[in-house]
């Protein structure tokens, strides 16, 4: 039915790693993996995990995957319980406050480390639902600034141009309201002219031709 089935993705178990699922770090530092959980349901005696996938030149098939950390949650007011971990593998989550917080950080990274790192939970209150997600980390020997002086120059050549063009609206305008009130003070000496003219000609409809009827 529609509404179980909305209901059950109301509760399903969510894990994420965040927005990106990469991250780089310079060799022989400490890196932070993040990774929380969500349920609507709530959790007890949750279990989760960390695995590190090799690459695939691996001797061994049946290593993969690795796991790194394994530790479990009994309820949403109790922190986490370690069950084992790999001696550079340190839990700085927590799950007493508002985000249930399972991150892990990885200290003294070498090239070695870079690969597929899976946060994996597991809720028995939810049927013993699973789900996971995975981050990817890259081990580099110095960090690489970016380059924006080709990003600023085109920035700044397009707004200078953006800059003219305004300029240019502003100066045209200027000039064609200078032009129109010129030309209409022009048309208004020309009126006035033409009537003084006409006044002192005597032309037709005059005063000067208005005179007066012999007497008999």
Same mark, same amino acid.
């Given at each position: 039915l529609p509404g179980l089935h909305a209901l059950a993705i109301a509760f399903a178990l969510e894990v994420s790693v965040g927005k990106t699922n990469t991250v780089t770090a310079l060799n022989n =530092?400490?890196?932070l993996l993040p990774c929380t959980f969500s349920t609507c349901i709530g959790f007890q005696d949750l279990v989760f995990k960390w695995y590190f996938n090799t690459t695939e030149l691996v001797a061994d098939p049946a290593a993969?995957?690795?796991q790194i950390y394994h530790g479990k949650i009994k309820t949403k007011t109790t922190e986490p319980t370690l069950i084992w971990h790999n001696p550079r593998v340190e839990f700085v989550g927590s799950t007493t406050k508002k985000e249930n917080n399972i991150s892990i950080v990885l200290n003294g990274v070498e090239f070695s480390d870079a690969g597929k790192y899976t946060?994996?939970? #597991?809720n028995p209150k939810e049927k013993d639902a699973q789900h996971n997600a995975t981050i990817f980390l890259t081990v580099v020997h110095k960090m690489v600034e970016t380059d924006n002086t080709v990003t600023l120059i085109i920035v700044g050549v397009v707004g200078g141009l953006i800059g003219l063009l305004i300029l240019f609206m502003l100066i045209k305008r200027a000039v064609l309201f200078i032009i129109k #009130?010129?030309? *209409? &003070? #022009? #048309?208004?000496?020309?009126?006035? =002219?033409? &009537?003084? *003219?006409?006044?002192?000609? &005597?032309?037709?409809g005059s005063k000067a031709e208005q005179k007066a009827p012999p007497k008999a």
């Open positions: =530092s400490n890196v993969l995957p690795l946060c994996h939970v #597991k #009130k010129t030309q *209409d &003070g #022009k #048309k208004e000496c020309l009126v006035s =002219s033409s &009537g003084n *003219d006409n006044t002192e000609n &005597g032309l037709a």
